[in-house]
């Protein structure tokens, strides 16, 4: 029984639910701060890139490039963050959050994010989200399987598949737990 709460936990979940927030109370304040250094030191470091850039004869400045992506990163994972509360305030501080309508502002969120990213890696480094060919109609509920090779590529199924439905449930690894934003939301 949990303390002066009169409900019976399982002890499986109160651990769990001690190890959410041991992760998160590291987690949140290192992407937070994370972000803020990053955007404090901006308008010297990405001159001092550029000019590292241009001094190794690199004209299409790489290293300013990527650095401007991974701040790009930061932001919408610190975004992330401030909105979330706000979400779960309005999911009843936390009690409807698997309802339908908290699931499609979450889901929405993320996938706001995912889009910026998206283009902000397209207009930076070149990269783009090209399917072989169209993607089959898709019944829903389906099971998307995906390959993955790294940590970058386990949103693309959210990518790709986020003008079709809005709800897309994923199942991550451990390790992106790690990102502070993509945890909470």
Known sequence: MLTGVGIDVP???RQARSATIARRVKTIPAMLGVTAAALATAPA???????????VR???LPLTRTYLFGLQYL???????VVAPALWACAGFGTRLESPASIRWHQRLQTWSL????KRASQLLGLRVELDRPLPPVRFPAIVVSRHVSVFD??????VLSP??????????????????????
């Open 45 to 55: 470091v990405v001159p001092a890139l550029a000019a590292y850039d241009l001094l």
């Open 115 to 118: 889009r910026v990213l998206e």
């Open 75 to 81: 932001l919408n994972d610190s975004l992330e963050i």
């Open 154 to 159: 386990s949103s693309l199924p959210a990518l």
């Open 58 to 60: 690199r004209p299409k």
């Open 11 to 13: 002890k499986a979940d």
């Open 164 to 185: 079709v439905t809005e709800q897309i449930r994923g199942v991550m690894m451990a390790e992106m737990l790690a990102d502070a934003g993509m945890d909470i939301v």
